[in-house]
């Protein structure tokens, strides 16, 4: 969930009543949000830096922080947040956004074709006359961050850009060119730099470097000129210092490049209607032209409407609770949901405004209504029909085998899902072509770069990390793997292994191969025959040679057991051979 922080003397300006802590975390859990914390600038950045920070011009105010939900792009900044929680308290009506024409000419922006190769998308919009404070200026900067680390998944997906009109003459070009033909100044920099410059100059900036890959390989990168040439942006990297935007605008243009073009939309519509309303007109937007590389035009932003038609008995039924249509119409209204009751008594006719893009099926709604009942508010009550539960077959065969196989002297352990590339590969003498590992788009660190194919590395890295224990060093785990699969519904399917492993000062393979008869014996798998197990020898890398065979079951094989290889012993830092077997117990259930 993201967090904003918004300064509290501020906040309670906004909302024009002045809240004690416990009552504005008692407001904030009434509409589904959480005050994480209470805290100020100062004390931020002494967590956030340590001690040795220069604090001098760090503020004592106060600074609520608020945790979001993930979907609610309109709650990201204190102007959405505001007008959420006064249209909830019924203090506010919702306000009706609306698209404005130009006073003269429109603003045209047009794509060219090699926009294709990197940022295919844009779309644009003008916010005309508009009055920033230095607060609201403020705020609109942290609601692009805000979005660009959420929705625009750091910019990856959209990148914004904004920028004061008034030193700009249009229409704009969308253009894709070789970095070496792009120069111009960036923001807040003195020097003009060419696109090849700016990376080097980048690189090791605390914020725009994670920025750097998205195009640094690609052999042109997207820019946006005006019609007298001057550079305004070079997504998703950084604007032109030349239309920056400042405390003295009044007419800016918003412009967001994309490789989604769904999301871009969105962006563009929350981001125009939550500062619509600093506008001299407010909740005006005004629109402009989009010329694709294909010759279509598409003015932009969109701001739909939509009405939703849903049933109030079913949202009664759903929820728990017993409310006339005309009640669930005025809960759904606190929610920023403009509801009529329909000619039948049951229908509700909701429309969806564009600041409310998380309301995509019914079901929303009925959330919607629950948080305006109150999830506390709503009686507690049996269910209608009884059923008996039970345990899921595999998980309890997986309960009963964790408790036998401890009994035999093995040791749990409980290891992390996601492991590096190498770790399923390389260091266990595989390369990651050959597995049909899952991959993940944006992984945090460099130990979870996939969702592990193998338990092999987590028994492996544990040992590794407890090397100072006595030997023998006995453990096992019986846990699920992940597998890419076509023709799995979600193209990657779980599969559950039990995998043991024996680190001693010899191999002691005959330590697994016990547990491994162990393990069939309770399962009443007979060694060999048409419906029994056997081991037939087989070659591995992972495995030293000759010292390893495959588990059959009904003449197909379900894992593997023999001694560890050496090298894939030194990848993992450990000086004691090890013996392992790992196999699916899935064919027992």
């Known amino acids: 969930?993201?967090?904003?922080?918004?300064?509290?003397?501020?906040?309670?300006?906004?909302?024009?009543?002045?809240?004690?802590?416990?009552?504005?975390?008692?407001?904030?859990?009434?509409?589904?949000?959480e005050l994480d914390e209470v805290t100020s600038e100062k004390q931020m950045l002494t967590k956030e830096q340590g001690d040795n920070i220069s604090l001098e011009n760090a503020s004592e105010e106060?600074?609520?922080?608020?945790?979001?939900?993930?979907?609610?792009?309109?709650?990201?900044?204190?102007?959405?947040?505001?007008?959420?929680?006064?249209?909830?308290?019924?203090?506010?009506?919702?306000?009706?956004?609306?698209?404005?024409?130009?006073?003269?000419?429109?603003?045209?922006?047009t794509l060219t074709s090699s926009t294709k190769l990197i940022r295919p998308f844009a779309v644009a919009a003008v916010l005309r006359n508009i009055s920033f404070t230095a607060d609201s200026y403020n705020s609109f900067i942290d609601l692009q961050d805000k979005l660009h680390q959420n929705i625009c998944r750091k910019r990856s997906l959209v990148a914004i850009g904004t920028h004061d009109l008034d030193t700009l003459q249009g229409p704009f070009v969308y253009d894709a060119k070789p970095p070496g033909e792009i120069k111009f100044r960036p923001l807040n920099q003195e020097k003009e730099m060419?696109?090849?410059?700016?990376?080097?100059?980048?690189?090791?900036?605390?914020?725009?470097?994670?920025?750097?890959?998205?195009?640094?390989?690609?052999?042109?990168?997207?820019?946006?000129?005006?019609?007298?040439?001057?550079?305004?942006?070079?997504?998703?990297?950084?604007?032109?210092?030349?239309?920056?935007?400042?405390?003295?605008?009044?007419?800016?243009?918003?412009?967001?490049?994309?490789?989604?073009?769904?999301?871009?939309?969105v962006v563009l519509d929350t981001l125009v209607c939550m500062f619509s309303r600093h506008c001299q007109e407010q909740f005006t937007v005004e629109w402009c032209q989009v010329v694709g590389s294909d010759g279509e035009t598409v003015k932009y932003p969109e701001l739909p409407y939509r009405t939703e038609k849903i049933s109030a008995k079913k949202a009664n039924a759903y929820v728990g609770i017993t409310v006339t249509p005309e009640e669930t119409a005025k809960l759904l209204n606190k929610m920023y949901l403009k509801t009529t009751v329909g000619e039948d008594g049951d229908e509700l006719l909701v429309e969806i405004p564009p600041t409310r893009h998380d309301i995509i099926h019914a079901c929303d709604i009925y959330e919607d209504v629950a948080?305006?009942?109150?999830?506390?508010?709503?009686?507690?009550?049996?269910?209608?029909?009884?059923?008996?539960?039970?345990?899921?077959?595999?998980?309890?065969?997986?309960?009963?085998?964790?408790?036998?196989?401890?009994?035999?002297?093995?040791?749990?352990?409980?290891?992390?899902?996601?492991?590096?590339?190498?770790?399923?590969?390389?260091?266990?003498?595989?390369?990651?072509?050959?597995?049909?590992?899952?991959?993940?788009?944006?992984?945090?660190?460099?130990?979870?770069?996939?969702?592990?194919?193998?338990?092999?590395?987590?028994?492996?890295?544990?040992?590794?990390?407890?090397?100072?224990?006595?030997?023998?060093?006995?453990?096992?785990?019986?846990?699920?793997?992940?597998?890419?699969?076509?023709?799995?519904?979600?193209?990657?399917?779980?599969?559950?292994?039990?995998?043991?492993?024996?680190?001693?000062?010899?191999?002691?393979?005959?330590?697994?191969?016990?547990?491994?008869?162990?393990?069939?014996?309770?399962?009443?798998v007979p060694w060999k025959g048409e419906s029994g197990y056997c081991i037939e020898a087989t070659e591995d890398a992972t495995f030293f040679p000759g010292r390893c065979a495959a588990i059959l079951y009904k003449g197909a094989r379900i894992g593997i057991i023999g001694v560890l290889h050496p090298d894939v012993l030194h990848a993992f830092e450990l000086t004691n051979p090890c013996s392992l077997m790992e196999f699916t117990i899935e064919p027992f259930v």
Do not use: W
């Not at 922080?5 to 909302?15: E, H, M, T, V, W």
């Not at 909830?88 to 000419?105: A, G």
């Open 1 to 33: 969930m993201p967090t904003i922080g918004i300064k509290r003397d501020l906040l309670f300006a906004s909302l024009g009543k002045t809240y004690t802590d416990d009552e504005f975390q008692t407001l904030c859990f009434a509409f589904g949000l």
């Open 194 to 265: 060419r696109a090849v410059e700016l990376m080097d100059f980048y690189s090791n900036h605390a914020q725009l470097k994670q920025y750097l890959p998205i195009i640094r390989d690609s052999p042109v990168y997207p820019v946006i000129y005006d019609a007298n040439g001057v550079v305004l942006s070079l997504p998703p990297i950084i604007n032109g210092d030349h239309s920056k935007i400042s405390l003295n605008t009044k007419n800016v243009f918003i412009e967001c490049t994309a490789t989604d073009l769904t999301k871009a939309k």
């Open 371 to 524: 948080i305006a009942y109150g999830y506390n508010s709503i009686r507690k009550s049996l269910p209608a029909t009884t059923n008996i539960g039970k345990q899921y077959p595999l998980n309890k065969l997986t309960d009963q085998l964790r408790e036998q196989v401890a009994q035999a002297g093995f040791t749990e352990a409980l290891t992390f899902s996601l492991c590096s590339r190498d770790d399923v590969s390389s260091k266990l003498g595989k390369t990651i072509e050959n597995i049909s590992a899952v991959h993940i788009s944006n992984p945090k660190t460099l130990e979870f770069q996939v969702a592990r194919t193998t338990l092999i590395p987590g028994l492996l890295k544990t040992l590794a990390a407890n090397k100072k224990m006595p030997l023998p060093l006995k453990l096992f785990e019986i846990s699920d793997v992940i597998l890419a699969d076509e023709k799995a519904e979600v193209n990657a399917r779980n599969e559950r292994r039990i995998c043991a492993v024996n680190c001693n000062r010899n191999a002691g393979f005959e330590v697994v191969h016990g547990l491994l008869d162990r393990v069939m014996q309770l399962l009443e």
């Open 62 to 109: 106060i600074i609520y922080r608020i945790d979001i939900p993930a979907n609610r792009y309109d709650l990201l900044c204190l102007e959405g947040l505001v007008s959420a929680l006064m249209v909830f308290q019924e203090k506010n009506q919702q306000p009706k956004f609306r698209l404005v024409d130009p006073t003269d000419e429109p603003q045209i922006m």
